[in-house]
């Protein structure tokens, strides 16, 4: 075995907890990062936080009450309070009959006062995919669990050369990034004179393909660099894809062509094109932006609201010329499963070519027991040409024993159906992507991106459930 594909299914098999991982290979794909070479003016060796300086400006000024001070600098009065309270434990401000300076504080407002701004040029490195701007290129900045749950909500847009507008929302960044962790001094951004350089630089990060074990039929990847697994860059790819932009996609190659799945559910499937389910999402994803806005502005929440109503109408139409309902991706396919079994009061449709315990385990036979004793029906069918061996044996004798129980439940074996699928009474059904009863979406275990499209339309339900009852017959 190739060393480095030894030394990648060692990690990925420790990381991830699969004792039976096989790496299949690896290949190098290029993250970009926007290097910029900024000419900076700060002042350093600050004593004094702005806040703090403006606190202390006021109480020299002759406000000597707490609400004096919260009116003149328009903030709430706990803010004044919580800065008051670090300035005179620090005892640069004294709490008489009414506040005032000390010595110190006079000393400390003086060296303020008269410090002298600095110009510099620094180099800071802007991640091109998520935004995150650092002053030095360490992958631990980047790979940030909190950051990446926030990434990838705008176009990141290369900053020109000698356009600093096009740095505003990067101040507060910039200024961080200058402080010295050795020093508390505190350094106070004035402004960006310059864009003296920018380019693009390209990280090489390894993605490596692998299966969970060496029967299973799926492909997985974890992302590399250096050596190590990068979360962030993982999350990040994974993000772009449920965008439509799939930047793995020459990576991955169908290796296995399964056979055809019959007229019948061709045929119902066949106007859900990849463009229209991009297009369901895009929509629906700037319609919830405009609910996150945080403007103030009347003006603007009013443009808002208009531009969301045209987007609620592009979308209504879109959805009655598609059938599209909704797209979902990994962890709500799981929980359409859940609502089924939870909320079915007819009948629930399950199809889904493996079954492996750590989904079909004894809380899901549980649930399973629950709808059933509601007398609704429950079709479970599953079976891929070959696939026998993969499946648990326990699993199995479960939902045996439990259809020689209730006779409201079928479970049975196709030859060789490929496609994943749940229909739950005449409220929706999912075609996706998503093996229900062996995939088991845990967010403690590795991400993986799983698509479906949720259908309400009431023709579309009943032909995919009589498609799927068309399995048992073959």
Known sequence: MNNQIKIFQEKIRKYNSLPSAIVIDYKSVAYPFYVLDLDLTFLQNRDLELFEEFVMKCVNNGLSKVGE??????????????????????????????????????????????????????TFYLDALNGKLTDNFN????????????????????????????????????????????????????????????????????????????????????????????????????????????ILAPIFQETKQYESEGTSFTNIISN????????????????????????????????????????????KELKNKTIISEVVHTYE???????????????VMIVSPWIKRNVVNHDFISSLKDTLKRNVKIYIIYGIKGSSFQNDRWSIQELERLMSNYENFTFQETANSHRKQIVCD?????????????????????????????????????????????????
């Not at 700037?286 to 045209?310: A, G, I, L, R, V």
């Not at 396919?333 to 009948?347: D, G, H, Q, V």
């Open 69 to 122: 001070i919260s009116g003149f600098l328009g903030v709430d009065n706990h803010i004044t309070e919580k800065v008051l309270s670090e300035l005179i434990s620090r005892n640069l401000i004294k709490r008489e009959d009414e506040l005032k300076l000390t010595q110190d504080g006079l000393d400390a407002l003086q060296k303020q006062t008269i410090s002298a701004p600095v110009s510099e040029t620094k």
């Open 139 to 246: 992958l631990n900045n980047f790979d940030d669990k909190e950051n990446s749950q926030n990434s990838i909500n705008k176009i990141i847009k290369k900053p020109r050369k000698n356009n600093v507008e096009d740095l505003v929302d990067y101040y507060e960044s910039i200024e961080k990034s200058l402080q010295n962790p050795n020093n508390s001094n505190y350094i106070e951004l004035i402004q960006v004179n310059k864009i003296e350089k920018v380019y693009t630089q390209w990280h090489e990060i390894e993605v490596v393909l692998y299966k969970n074990s060496p029967n299973d039929e799926e492909i997985e990847y974890e992302t590399f660099s250096r050596g190590s697994i990068q979360k962030e860059y993982r999350e990040i790819i994974q993000q772009l894809k449920t965008e439509g932009k799939n």
């Open 272 to 315: 859900i094109s990849d463009e229209d389910i991009k297009n369901v999402e895009q929509i629906s994803v700037k319609m919830s932006s405009f609910d996150d806005s945080d403007s103030f502005s009347k003006s603007q929440t009013h443009k808002n609201q208009e531009e969301k109503q045209k987007l609620k109408q592009q979308l």
């Open 333 to 347: 396919i799981r929980e359409y499963l859940l609502k089924a079994l939870k909320e079915a009061k007819n009948r």
């Open 426 to 474: 005449q409220q929706f059904a999912i075609v996706a992507s998503f093996n229900f009863l062996s995939f088991r979406a845990d967010p403690d275990l590795t991400y993986r991106d799983e698509l479906g499209v949720v259908l309400r339309d009431k023709q579309t339900i009943q032909d995919l459930f009589n498609s799927g009852l068309s399995l048992i017959d073959n």
